[in-house]
């Protein structure tokens, strides 16, 4: 069982920068696509950015340019850089790392509010 820990959320004001990490348990991070989503209330989760393995990326339209996502094998650690922010990208941000017929694992979540 992979345990995934996500930290760096908190309130930001619009046009802030937060960066999110989160780390995992075990060293099968490597072979596995990262990504990071996010559930605002009321709302269904979804996709914010993925890394393969290879490290190639793939973000949601309305985070294009202003969020980065990176990883660092080594450190079986995910990141997100979130610069811009807006009022609309408050909610709790999830990490993932899922594998073609392996289990998906998430981590607990970590709170992002963008107000002034």
């Known amino acids: 069982q992979v345990q995934l820990v996500e930290s760096g959320g908190g309130l930001v004001q619009p046009g802030g920068s937060l960066n999110l990490s989160c780390i995992a348990s075990?060293?099968?991070?490597?072979?596995?696509?990262a990504g990071w989503y996010r559930q605002a209330p009321g709302k269904q989760r979804e996709l914010v950015a993925t890394?393969?393995?290879?490290?190639?990326?793939n973000y949601a339209d309305s985070v294009k340019g202003r969020f980065t996502i990176s990883r660092n094998n080594a450190k079986k650690t995910v990141y997100l850089q979130m610069n811009s922010l807006k009022s609309e990208d408050t909610a709790v941000y999830y990490c993932?790392?899922?594998?073609?017929?392996?289990?998906?694992?998430w981590g607990q979540g970590t709170q992002v509010t963008v107000s002034s």
């Open positions: 075990e060293t099968i991070f490597s072979f596995y696509t």
């Open positions: 993932n790392l899922n594998k073609v017929l392996r289990p998906t694992y």
């Open positions: 890394i393969t393995s290879g490290g190639t990326t």
